[in-house]
């Protein structure tokens, strides 16, 4: 520790404590009003902690050069649907709070900037000559600030952040469109820096987003705050904010001081920071027998989640590192909070295994023209609606799993399908469900010439190129975004995306080992053992591990196991064929070794 204090004390020997202040879009003419706010902002809540401390607060003016490059409100429309996932009712349904001018512009110069190489040259430009100049202790960067100071700060920028500090709020890096884009589907964390903290307002409508990284010097602050009437991405709530204050303004002093910085830590924060040995391996179940609508219900979910569970101890997992939700429980909001559970603190060689066992469907979903573009996979927990609110896509998936270490052991297994099937008579019940008649409208067009209703043949994934590697054994037309293949981020062919990741040192995003019950165009259906119902995919795939657990053969890797509880189906009579989607390493690892 004493180490630690010398060398924070050297670097700030001057008791000067240097913030640099890096702002987003909108008007921040040299000298104006703007800065008076931002500068109480800050040296407001470092007097309250203390007041001797000696502030010196510089700022990175960005018009010029945003002024060169002025937005069309045609470009402002597109780049409002490429941030939103609902641009279309955003747009032509009653504006949300805060919808104004500057949630438009500050949309259309993100989308600009994450586009326009040039643009993004010239702003790195500026930020580095200021830094290199002024030599802050903090940057702090707020709105296209902080996408700017990401941009400049990895890859070969990361020495410009060395023994700094950053704090972005109001932030877009965490953004789909921009992770896609501008990361090559992976944000990484930046090792140089002394600490990046991320400050996170559920509230803020500017197309803000989580971040999830978890290296030792990143945190994601929680700042809540609620303005009635306009967005909520408000500077002085962001700087003033208690959790800010424990925590940036908390460090910046300690270090400045020379005193420890576990002092200026809430204990919502300090906890993820404890050097306590965390479990290697996690693992969440969910189960949904009982539905809302009583005509949805199945039998032997609820069952699958035992039978799995038993496998996992049987497997090395510790019993009270297993979650289990059912029935009720399995919300949208309840298995997203569990998710967070099981990824969260994921390092590489650990384990993490999440099952889910109901039923599933298929939703179309509308391009920022009105048109259905794609079916989104959706898990149907309980309380499945139909809407995006409620619907488990792969977007609310992705958005945990994208940044996970390359080397974690992360497992998907789903028992259910995504083609209907309640009002088809069946001996064997299958687990998917049909939309309501509007929502099968959205995928239907009228054929005069035949005088039938037809699908649409408008329906893609947004890479084709990644769809047609991942999903080899498609059968048939009909093409949707799988649950786990983050393809919303992958936004390039495989070629250009692999340079744009190599750029960054990374991989692209990171993907779980995927096992689907079977194929999209297939249904996924229940068997009766004795007087006992389990998903039959689920008791093959159980059967099968067990079986050859104990027997002297070959390793059994994921590929193979599929092609096992493939044949064993189909010497039951059921047609239906497991998938496996992996990148090729993983495919080859040992299933729950």
């Given at each position: 520790?004493?180490?630690?204090?010398?060398?924070?004390?050297?670097?700030?020997q001057?008791s000067?404590?240097?913030?640099l202040?890096?702002?987003?879009?909108?008007?921040?003419?040299?000298?104006?009003?703007?800065e008076?706010?931002?500068?109480?902002?800050?040296?407001?809540?470092?007097?309250?902690?203390?007041?001797?401390?000696n502030?010196?607060?510089?700022?990175?003016?960005?018009d010029?050069?945003?002024?060169?490059?002025?937005?069309?409100l045609?470009?402002?429309?597109e780049?409002?649907?490429?941030l939103?996932?609902?641009?279309?009712?955003?747009?032509?349904?009653?504006?949300?709070?805060?919808f104004?001018?500057?949630?438009?512009?500050?949309?259309?110069?993100?989308?600009?900037?994450?586009?326009?190489?040039?643009?993004?040259?010239e702003?790195?430009?500026?930020?580095?000559?200021?830094?290199?100049k002024?030599k802050?202790?903090?940057v702090?960067?707020?709105?296209?600030?902080?996408?700017?100071?990401?941009?400049?700060?990895?890859?070969d920028?990361?020495?410009?952040?060395?023994?700094r500090?950053?704090?972005?709020?109001?932030?877009q890096?965490?953004?789909?469109?921009?992770?896609?884009?501008?990361a090559?589907?992976?944000?990484?964390?930046?090792?140089?820096?002394?600490?990046?903290?991320?400050?996170?307002n559920?509230?803020?409508?500017?197309?803000?987003?989580?971040?999830?990284?978890?290296?030792?010097?990143?945190?994601q602050?929680?700042t809540?705050?609620?303005?009635?009437?306009?967005?909520?991405?408000?500077?002085?709530?962001?700087?003033?904010?208690?959790?800010?204050?424990?925590?940036?303004?908390?460090?910046?002093?300690?270090?400045?001081?020379?005193?420890?910085?576990?002092?200026?830590?809430?204990?919502?924060?300090?906890?993820?920071?404890?050097?306590?040995?965390?479990?290697?391996?996690?693992?969440?179940?969910?189960?949904?027998?009982?539905?809302?609508?009583p005509?949805?219900?199945l039998?032997?979910?609820?069952?699958?989640?035992?039978?799995?569970?038993?496998?996992?101890?049987e497997?090395?997992?510790?019993?009270?590192?297993i979650?289990v939700?059912?029935?009720?429980?399995?919300t949208?909001?309840?298995?997203?909070?569990?998710?967070?559970?099981?990824l969260?603190?994921a390092q590489?060689?650990?384990?993490?295994?999440?099952?889910?066992?109901?039923?599933?469907?298929?939703?179309?979903?509308?391009?920022?023209?009105d048109?259905?573009?794609?079916?989104d996979?959706?898990?149907v927990?309980?309380?499945?609606?139909?809407?995006?609110?409620?619907?488990?896509t792969?977007?609310?998936?992705y958005?945990?799993?994208?940044?996970?270490?390359?080397?974690?052991?992360?497992?998907a297994?789903f028992?259910?399908?995504?083609?209907g099937g309640l009002?088809?008579?069946?001996?064997?019940?299958?687990?998917?469900?049909?939309?309501?008649?509007?929502i099968?409208?959205?995928?239907?067009y009228?054929?005069?010439?035949?005088?039938?209703?037809?699908?649409r043949?408008t329906?893609?994934?947004?890479?084709?190129e990644?769809?047609?590697?991942?999903?080899?054994?498609?059968?048939?037309?009909?093409l949707?975004?799988?649950?786990?293949?983050?393809?919303?981020?992958?936004?390039?062919?495989?070629?250009?995306?692999?340079?744009?990741?190599?750029?960054r040192?990374?991989?692209?995003?990171?993907?779980?080992?995927?096992?689907?019950?079977?194929?999209?165009?297939?249904?996924?259906?229940?068997?009766?053992?004795?007087s006992?119902?389990?998903?039959?995919?689920?008791?093959?795939?159980?059967?099968?591990?067990?079986?050859?657990?104990?027997?002297?053969e070959?390793?059994?890797?994921?590929?193979?196991?599929v092609?096992k509880?493939a044949?064993?189906?189909?010497?039951?009579?059921?047609?239906?064929t497991?998938?496996?989607?992996?990148?090729?390493?993983?495919?080859?690892?040992?299933?729950?070794?």
């Amino acid at each position: 520790m004493s180490k630690r204090i010398t060398k924070a004390s050297e670097s700030e020997q001057d008791s000067v404590l240097r913030i640099l202040c890096v702002h987003g879009v909108g008007r921040h003419p040299q000298g104006g009003a703007w800065e008076a706010d931002w500068k109480k902002s800050i040296e407001d809540p470092l007097k309250k902690l203390d007041d001797t401390v000696n502030v010196q607060i510089e700022f990175v003016y960005l018009d010029p050069i945003f002024d060169k490059y002025p937005i069309t409100l045609q470009g402002v429309l597109e780049a409002i649907g490429k941030l939103a996932k609902s641009a279309t009712a955003t747009l032509f349904a009653p504006q949300p709070k805060g919808f104004t001018d500057v949630v438009r512009w500050t949309a259309g110069m993100v989308v600009q900037w994450v586009e326009n190489e040039t643009l993004r040259q010239e702003t790195r430009k500026v930020l580095e000559e200021q830094i290199t100049k002024f030599k802050p202790h903090i940057v702090c960067a707020h709105s296209l600030g902080s996408l700017v100071c990401y941009d400049s700060f990895t890859g070969d920028g990361a020495k410009l952040i060395k023994d700094r500090r950053f704090v972005s709020f109001g932030s877009q890096i965490g953004n789909p469109f921009v992770v896609g884009n501008f990361a090559a589907g992976h944000l990484t964390g930046l090792k140089q820096a002394k600490f990046w903290y991320h400050l996170f307002n559920s509230n803020d409508s500017i197309f803000t987003a989580e971040i999830r990284l978890s290296d030792p010097n990143f945190a994601q602050i929680p700042t809540f705050f609620d303005i009635p009437g306009i967005a909520d991405h408000d500077i002085p709530q962001y700087m003033c904010h208690p959790r800010t204050v424990g925590t940036v303004w908390g460090d910046a002093v300690n270090t400045l001081r020379g005193r420890p910085l576990e002092r200026s830590m809430p204990e919502v924060i300090q906890k993820k920071f404890k050097w306590v040995e965390k479990p290697k391996a996690r693992a969440l179940l969910v189960g949904i027998n009982e539905y809302s609508n009583p005509a949805q219900n199945l039998e032997g979910c609820v069952n699958d989640v035992f039978l799995m569970s038993a496998l996992l101890q049987e497997s090395g997992f510790e019993a009270e590192n297993i979650r289990v939700v059912l029935n009720d429980r399995a919300t949208h909001a309840g298995v997203r909070e569990r998710l967070e559970w099981l990824l969260d603190g994921a390092q590489d060689r650990d384990k993490r295994f999440f099952y889910y066992s109901g039923h599933g469907a298929q939703m179309p979903t509308y391009d920022i023209g009105d048109q259905v573009d794609r079916l989104d996979e959706a898990l149907v927990l309980y309380d499945f609606d139909w809407t995006r609110e409620r619907a488990f896509t792969d977007d609310d998936f992705y958005a945990l799993y994208s940044n996970l270490p390359y080397e974690l052991q992360f497992t998907a297994v789903f028992d259910c399908c995504y083609s209907g099937g309640l009002t088809r008579a069946a001996v064997n019940k299958p687990r998917g469900i049909d939309p309501p008649d509007d929502i099968r409208h959205r995928m239907l067009y009228w054929d005069p010439i035949t005088e039938m209703w037809r699908a649409r043949k408008t329906i893609t994934v947004p890479n084709k190129e990644f769809d047609e590697r991942f999903n080899k054994d498609r059968q048939g037309d009909l093409l949707s975004v799988r649950l786990g293949q983050a393809m919303d981020l992958r936004t390039s062919p495989p070629q250009e995306m692999n340079k744009k990741a190599a750029a960054r040192n990374h991989k692209g995003p990171y993907m779980p080992t995927l096992v689907y019950a079977c194929r999209e165009e297939e249904f996924s259906y229940e068997y009766t053992h004795g007087s006992i119902t389990y998903g039959a995919f689920t008791y093959s795939l159980v059967k099968t591990l067990r079986r050859y657990r104990h027997l002297k053969e070959p390793k059994l890797t994921f590929t193979s196991l599929v092609n096992k509880v493939a044949r064993e189906l189909k010497v039951l009579g059921y047609e239906q064929t497991p998938t496996l989607s992996a990148p090729r390493d993983k495919r080859q690892k040992t299933p729950l070794g």
